[in-house]
């Protein structure tokens, strides 16, 4: 069995060249580098390098050689976060969420039925979402669609219209609902941690000047003490309370309203039953109420 870090310095060299720009990189001597690639060889048992005027390069099986040890770091490295996470996944749950409105929504449900274990939430979107559910970095996922993937199992929850903030003088405040291209090349203030909602309104609302704002207590003494438009939606809008002085208006646009779902791997369906059972009985509840 090769040892690894002959491996990772024989990649070392192949990407930097020379024994020298090798051993400042991994910060060991030359010598002791040329001492292990002189190991690698012998383990192996064929030659890896041309070594002529005091100079050595990889040959055509030197090249080979670190490509496969390339991989082999790669899947060695994919084995240790997969190892990490699964048993991290029996002392807690990690839940990676596209938005942070369902998010809260959902936790009440995920403290009843997980309370007993440490559940950790991350805001993130995309392929990153779906590759960390089926990576193990996630066991549940909030996603804005539904996922095809056949080794995915989803269960819509909650929906989300997003809206506008305005001051009761600013130009759209009169109207019932608004487009993107209305908003287009207004200054607007916005919440860094939105999730995916922050490349839809970038997509849509190309000339629009953002006030990215981190900390959510600065955003809203901007809310309330500037006339600048802002994000809100319909969930926001039943959960929090409203500034009397603000306007909401409903962006009248496919893209600004979303179903969310819930999601794990078809493998642990069973194991998680209880409690999509209960978001079943809660979207029913809901519907029924409207």
């Known amino acids: ?23 400042d990189k991994l910060h060991i001597s030359q010598p002791a580098l040329s001492r292990s690639m002189q190991k690698l060889e012998t383990e192996l ?23 496969l040890a390339q991989a082999n770091i790669n899947q060695n490295r994919e084995m240790v976060i997969r190892i990490r996470a699964f048993d991290k996944s029996l002392h ?25 274990m440490t559940i950790s939430t991350e805001l993130i979107y995309g392929k990153q979402l779906i590759n960390g559910l089926k990576n193990g970095i996630y066991k549940i996922c909030i996603l804005n669609e539904p996922s095809e993937d056949s080794e ?16 009761e003088n600013h130009r759209l405040a009169k109207k019932q609902s608004v487009k993107f291209n209305d908003l287009d090349g207004e200054k607007f203030l916005l919440f860094q941690h ?15 000047d953002f006030l990215v704002q981190v900390d ?40 600004a309203h979303y179903t969310y779902y819930i999601a794990c791997l078809n493998k642990d369906k069973k194991k998680f039953s209880s409690f999509f059972n209960e978001i079943h009985h809660t979207v029913i509840n809901k519907a029924n109420k409207l």
């Open 1 to 23: 069995m090769i040892e690894i870090y002959l491996l990772e310095q024989l990649v070392a060299f192949a990407k930097y060249g020379t024994l020298s720009k090798a051993a």
């Open 45 to 67: 048992g064929v030659n890896l390098f041309v070594r002529k005027n005091k100079k050595i390069a990889l040959n055509e099986t030197g090249d080979l050689a670190a490509r």
């Open 92 to 116: 807690s749950i990690n839940v990676g969420s596209c938005a942070p409105f369902p998010m809260t929504q959902l936790m009440p449900i995920l403290q009843k039925h997980f309370g007993e």
């Open 152 to 167: 995915i199992f989803c269960q819509s929850y909650i929906d989300e219209h997003l809206y506008i903030s305005v001051p």
């Open 194 to 208: 939105i999730g995916f909602w922050k490349s839809v309104c970038e997509e849509y609302m190309k000339n629009t």
């Open 216 to 255: 959510r207590d600065s955003l809203l003494e901007l809310i309330e003490g500037t006339n600048f438009p802002a994000f809100s939606s319909d969930g926001i809008l039943a959960t929090e309370q409203t500034l009397s002085e603000r306007i909401y208006i409903p962006i009248n646009e496919a893209n």
